[in-house]
Nanobody, 125 residues
Framework: QVQLVESGGGTVQTGGSLRLSCTAS????????MAWLRQASGKAREGVAS????????IYSDSVKGRFTISRDNAKNTLYLQMNSLKPEDTAIYYC??????????????????WGQGTQVTVTV
């Protein structure tokens, strides 16, 4: 199974930016959906953004639309999440995931079967 390793998390003030990276151990292919999901303390894991195909069909949750951008560089086997205008409610562990979900499951945990270990993002007031 392809190994996924996230990086780029950290602590930032409200309004700040971070870029998360997820490097895969091998080429995943454009037909594989790649996604970012997050889990805040005491809450269920929720989908943030998903991308598939070339140049990349992306979708976003309403809570991050217009602030976050998902992208992938298959030459580097890397998925990115550019996060701008961060808010305290964005604080969570962010997970990279890969899978072949149906359209209804692109932003749902059940749509993915391969996960990274997660990276913490903390947004302070």
């Amino acid at each position: 199974q392809v190994q996924l390793v996230e990086s780029g998390g950290g602590t930032v003030q409200t309004g700040g930016s971070l870029r998360l990276s997820c490097t895969a151990s091998e080429y995943t292919g454009f037909s594989v959906h790649m996604a970012w999901l997050r889990q805040a303390s005491g809450k269920a894991r929720e989908g943030v953004a998903s991308i598939v195909g070339f140049p990349g069909n992306a979708i976003y949750s309403d809570s991050v639309k217009g602030r976050f951008t998902i992208s992938r560089d298959n030459a580097k086997n890397t998925l990115y999440l550019q996060m701008n205008s961060l808010k305290p409610e964005d604080t969570a562990i962010y997970y990279c995931a890969a899978g072949t979900p149906t359209s209804d499951y692109r932003l749902r945990e059940l749509g993915y079967n391969n996960w990274g270990q997660g990276t913490q993002v903390t947004v302070t007031v």
